[in-house]
């Protein structure tokens, strides 16, 4: 502050009058202080100066080791607080054992057998704020399926500190007014990260309740949500479009809280959230929020709700807790998700949870999933997986419409194989099907275009059936039969397949049944080269 001017001991005729004056300034600027006008001027001023500054939160995300430099805004005084997101690469690199803290780094690799040496799991991950709760696997069933398939990804479950919820978000010009919508049956206080509070009141937890809040200024703050109640995040409906509840324009088309084009803006500025206790995850909990990067689940998140990582959400790896989770169709359709870490706690998946993860590379069923739906994981980029380990096969589309996989490897327990398990999986060239299996329905490898050669394990006794649906394998490997299978006289087998069978069971295989119709297709395992 800078006084201009002091008028102090004016003088006039036949005396003086003068004034004690007390001021006080809570702004910095350039004062002028006079006497009042019944006064000849000021004997003395009382200064009393109470300029707050203008403090800045800030929330950075550090990709590399460096020194960073962290300076507030032009028109800013200061920074009363900095979240550091830390996501630099660890130097490790991925092994058949990995894993993951909530941001999706990779914390410990081991090559199998360095995991079966271990003798309890690795230490939790720190970060700030936050709490370690557990790794999603335990040591001993982790170790058995280490033992069963070589490969697994574990992750961290945390939660906040203090039990709050924190939302991170970036606001740009033109767009400070966001409505926060939650549902809740009660009530929970926000703190807006600009010094305001506010209480929001509901009566459900399935009704989506909306305030919205004026921002001075852009930039970055953290909307922080106290409750000791739950409260979910769900969906915000409205013009035969769904989006995500979590911010949305109060003045979007369709009137009050309305919907979709701005509204999918609000949602853009959506950068971390960090769950606390009492959050809960609902349909469309985070739906289009194509920033998002970083977002835990506790151990006490018992359900998630259709939809919530969908449509763009930006999250790369999601893990799930260690509580048998129920998770919903859809979870993460046109997502940017690139690992997701069950549990071996699940025991089910709903159909549909996996569909349309364009960016998912590797997918490992938990051993505990005894329950399949239909088309569990399809539209994916997976290039390794581990299938379900149960004994029938008896949804579609255990893994479908996936290109970039070249190996599967059916479980050892599996006996019935009954419908199309493999839809539109065109870069597998070979399947061997374990000696477990007695029964394989009709067509169950349809569409499988790049299916040439299919391999018997054990003793295949059910009819034979050309490729089983794949119309263009050259090889049915039944080398390891000790009988011969029964074909049904209709069964009609291209001059381009063969056959293969054992030595010892040659000549009674092409004079069994309708087989002598096809000894052309059948050939000896001494004179098959692979």
């Known amino acids: 502050m800078e006084l201009t001017s002091y008028l102090l001991g004016k003088k006039a005729s036949g005396g003086s009058n003068l004034q004690t004056k007390s001021v006080t300034v809570t702004e910095n600027g350039s004062t002028t202080i006079n006497a009042d006008e019944e006064y000849d001027g000021l004997s003395a001023v009382n200064l009393n100066t109470n300029v707050q500054p203008d403090l800045e939160s800030k929330s950075i995300t550090i990709t590399e080791n460096t020194t960073t430099t962290i300076t507030p805004a032009q028109d800013k005084d200061g920074i009363s607080s900095v979240e550091v997101i830390t996501n630099i690469p660890t130097g490790l690199e991925e092994k058949d054992v990995n894993f993951y803290d909530y941001l999706g780094n990779l914390k410990y690799a081991y090559t199998a057998q360095e995991f079966q040496e271990l003798s309890e799991l690795p230490a939790g991950p720190t970060h700030e704020d936050m709490t370690f709760q557990e790794w999603n696997w335990q040591l001993a069933e982790a170790k058995t399926y280490v033992t069963n398939h070589g490969v697994l990804d574990i992750g961290e479950t945390c939660v906040t500190s203090d039990g709050k919820t924190r939302i991170y978000i970036d606001l740009e010009e033109g767009e400070l007014t966001p409505a926060l919508g939650l549902a809740v049956n009660g009530s929970v206080t926000v703190d807006w990260g600009d010094n305001t509070t506010e209480t929001i009141t509901g009566s459900s937890t399935t009704t989506l309740v909306q305030t919205t809040h004026n921002y001075a200024k852009s930039g970055e703050y953290i909307i922080t949500i106290t409750s000791s109640v739950e409260f979910y995040f769900i969906k915000k409906t409205a013009n035969n479009t769904t989006v995500s509840g979590i911010l949305l324009d109060p003045n979007g088309i369709g009137g009050t809280y309305g919907t979709i084009g701005t509204a999918r803006g609000y949602s853009n500025c959506v950068k971390a959230i960090k769950l606390g206790t009492y959050a809960r995850i609902g349909e469309y909990a985070f739906c289009g929020l194509i920033n998002l990067k970083a977002i835990n689940i506790p151990n006490n998140i018992t359900s998630v709700g259709g939809y919530a990582f969908s449509n763009s959400c930006g999250i790369k790896k999601l893990i799930f807790p260690r509580n048998n989770v129920t998770l919903a169709s859809y979870l993460t359709q046109n997502s940017q998700v690139e690992l997701i870490i069950l549990s071996n706690t699940i025991t089910t998946l709903p159909s549909s949870v996996f569909t349309q993860c364009s960016y ?171």
């Open 360 to 530: 998912l590379k590797r997918f490992y069923y938990p051993s505990g999933v005894t329950s399949l739906n239909d088309f569990m994981v399809s539209g994916a980029r997976i290039k390794k997986i581990v299938l379900p380990q149960v004994t029938t096969y008896n949804k579609k589309g255990v893994l479908a419409d996936n290109q970039d996989v070249k190996e599967l490897k059916l479980p050892n327990n599996l006996q019935t194989i009954s419908v199309s398990i493999f839809g539109a999986v065109n870069g597998v060239t070979k399947i061997e099907i374990p000696s477990s299996v007695t029964s394989i329905g009709n067509n169950v490898f349809e569409n499988m275009w790049g299916l040439s050669c299919i391999k018997f394990l054990g003793n295949y006794t059910q009819t034979f059936n050309v490729g089983w649906g794949a119309s263009f394998v050259r090889t049915v490997d039944m080398r390891n039969n000790t009988s011969v299978p029964s074909i049904s006289s209709s069964t009609q087998i291209p001059t381009t397949m063969k056959i293969i069978v054992p030595n010892d069971l040659y000549d009674t295989w092409i004079t069994t049944g309708y087989w002598t119709s096809w000894v052309d297709n059948i050939v000896k395992a001494s004179d098959y080269a692979e």
